[in-house]
T-cell receptor, first 114, second 110 residues
């Protein structure tokens, strides 16, 4: 089974702190994604990556950056956390661009910014 | 751009009732369509999918048919159980980028 692991299930941070959310997948997938999930808004794509050291902006990249130094790991970085970034963050992966199949999700990281 | 619209919830049903969740999409190409489910406290998991027009996806008693003429992918189940209580997301995959609907919470009472 594909496993996507997000390192922290729950985090509480203060405004202005730098926040790292880590995601690791164990199936050699090419593509990795970061979404945020908010009630009534569904899932919105923050950033995605098709390859190591490659990144593309999604629909709501402002206030976020990402890092993909190794194929299996995709990190989401909040340079200076703000209260409007309180949300559930979901990491996902897929084998490749030509793959017409499902996204494999981690369990999510719930971030609260005070 | 591509988008998905699904009916708002919460939808509250009694056990053994019929469930329908409407989903329509806008896309420039021919996307694959999905329903994902999120049970309480868990991540999203694939419920079913359809990759081309007139395909029917099915799983766990749920069904959805890819209707190109009405750009719809409505989810149905004939007899729901309490264990079907969850949030359901309609989604499309257009060239590797997924777009999700807002999600519909379903509550099934005994």
């Amino acid at each position: 089974d594909v496993k996507v692991t997000q390192s922290s299930r729950y985090l509480v941070k203060r405004t202005g702190e730098k926040v790292f959310l880590e995601c690791v997948q164990d199936m050699d997938h090419e593509n990795m994604f970061w979404y945020r999930q908010d009630p009534g808004l569904g899932l919105r794509l923050i950033y995605f990556s098709y390859d190591v050291k490659m990144k593309e902006k999604g629909d709501i990249p402002e206030g976020y950056s990402v890092s993909r130094e190794k194929k299996e790991r995709f990190s989401l970085i909040l340079e200076s956390a703000s209260t409007n970034q309180t949300s559930m963050y979901l990491c996902a992966s897929t084998p490749g661009l030509a793959f017409t199949g499902e996204l494999f999700f981690g369990e999510g990281s719930r971030l609260t910014v005070l | 751009g591509d988008s998905v619209t699904q009916m708002e919830g919460p939808v509250t049903l009694s056990e053994e009732a019929f469930l329908t969740i409407n989903c329509t999409y806008t896309a420039t190409g021919y996307p694959s369509l999905f329903w994902y489910v999120q049970y309480p406290g868990e991540g999203l998991q694939l419920l079913l999918k359809a990759t081309k027009a007139d395909d029917k996806g099915s799983n766990k008693g749920f069904e959805a048919t890819y209707r190109k003429e009405t750009t719809s992918f409505h989810l149905e189940k004939g007899s729901v159980q309490v264990s079907d209580s969850a949030v359901y997301f309609c989604a499309l995959d257009s060239w590797g980028k997924f777009q999700f609907g807002a999600g519909t919470q379903v509550v099934v009472t005994p």
